[in-house]
């Protein structure tokens, strides 16, 4: 039988993103990521989850754009972000802009359930299929405004964010559990840093700066109502 040629691309992604990690290790702190999440990127199939017309540059390690000014993220971001938030078998995991859903079938491959919000309608629709076409039952989407996060599911092991923000989100916060952890770009549109935010078992909070980064602003909707593009 013929071995699918995703499957060499994705493991050879995987190789890169941690010769990234080896050069980067100064501004990580250690040496290399958490090899169950260098195992997640080499499994779960990134071309299902880009516009059909940029499939063959799914494996490369840059962000892709997916449509309405959103990008899928660049691949070694993606593992950095799952292995800062030392993602655990037990964990519940929000994670704020779904995109087409990868970063959740990633996430996905590590805890036990994900709650992921989108706010642009047309991209989380085309998420959810995307999850439920591949199996990913474990991760729950809603469309609207993850700003406000997911009350009815609160709190949460850890938070994710794939949008800069000038402040932490105070409402994303409210619904960390005591130990748990954040991580998300923060800063302005033109310099941001990916930032960890700790939350200890008291509720006081401590952050960490890891390495400047670029994301698309956190959008939020007037009145909690959801941006449909025209």
């Given at each position: 039988m013929e071995q699918d040629p995703n499957t060499e691309l994705r493991q050879m992604m995987a190789e890169v993103i941690a010769l990234h990690a080896q050069f980067a290790k100064e501004q990580l702190g250690k040496d290399a990521l958490d090899g169950r999440v260098l195992k997640a990127m080499a499994k779960v199939p990134r071309h299902e989850f880009v516009p059909v017309e940029i499939r063959p540059y799914a494996y490369v390690d840059q962000p892709l754009p997916i449509g309405w000014n959103k990008t899928i993220s660049q691949p070694f971001i993606a593992a950095l972000m799952a292995d800062l938030l030392d993602l655990q078998p037990r964990d519940t995991v929000l994670e704020v802009g779904s995109g087409l859903g990868?970063?959740?079938?990633?996430?996905?491959?590590?805890?036990?359930?994900v709650f992921t919000v989108e706010i642009v309608e047309e991209l989380g629709t085309a998420a959810k299929k995307n999850l439920a076409r591949l199996g990913y039952k474990s991760v729950k989407l809603r469309i609207g405004d993850g700003t406000r996060g997911w009350p009815e599911h609160a709190p949460f092991d850890k938070i994710v964010v794939a949008a800069g923000s000038e402040l932490i989100p105070p409402m994303l916060l409210q619904q960390l559990k005591p130990g748990g952890r954040m991580?998300?770009?923060t800063g302005t549109a033109e310099a941001q840093e990916l930032m960890v935010v700790m939350k200890d078992a008291s509720g006081k909070t401590s952050t960490r700066s890891v390495i400047p980064v670029r994301f698309a602003m956190l959008e939020a909707a007037d009145e909690g109502r959801v941006h449909r593009v025209s």
């Open positions: 990868y970063h959740a079938a990633v996430i996905a491959e590590l805890v036990e359930k991580v998300l770009p």
